[in-house]
């Protein structure tokens, strides 16, 4: 059983910084992609950033340059750097991963962790 796990939410002042990680667990074979998404209050979940598994990483416009992922393939781990936050980055964090099992792509997904940008 595929088990994600992340840590790093919180609550930080605009323009401040925040580390997301994110730990998967399980048998994951075939990643094709490890990422993070959010979901706003009163919104749907978006992509912030992902990172294929051959290093290609994708941004959301709204994040590029202040955000960065990065990937421990060796460790199935998955980080966000988040820096100059601002109040429109207040979400639910999502960690994600997608793999190809036998029955196809399969998307995995952590518990979600709080992240809110507030004076």
């Known amino acids: 059983q595929v088990q994600l796990v992340e840590s790093g939410g919180g609550l930080v002042q605009p323009g401040g910084s925040l580390r997301l990680s994110c730990e998967a667990s399980?048998?994951?074979?075939?990643?094709?992609?490890m990422g993070w998404y959010r979901q706003p209050p009163g919104n749907e979940r978006e992509v912030v950033a992902r990172?294929?598994?051959?290093?290609?990483?994708i941004y959301a416009e709204s994040v590029k340059g202040r955000f960065a992922v990065a990937q421990d393939s060796a460790k199935n781990t998955v980080s966000l750097q988040m820096n100059s936050l601002k109040a429109e980055d207040t979400a639910v964090y999502y960690c994600?991963?997608?793999?190809?099992?036998?029955?196809?792509?399969?998307?995995?997904w952590g518990q979600g962790t709080q992240v809110t940008v507030s004076s």
């Open positions: 994600n991963v997608q793999n190809v099992g036998p029955g196809g792509m399969n998307n995995y």
């Open positions: 990172i294929r598994s051959d290093g290609l990483t």
């Open positions: 399980g048998r994951l074979r075939s990643i094709i992609s």
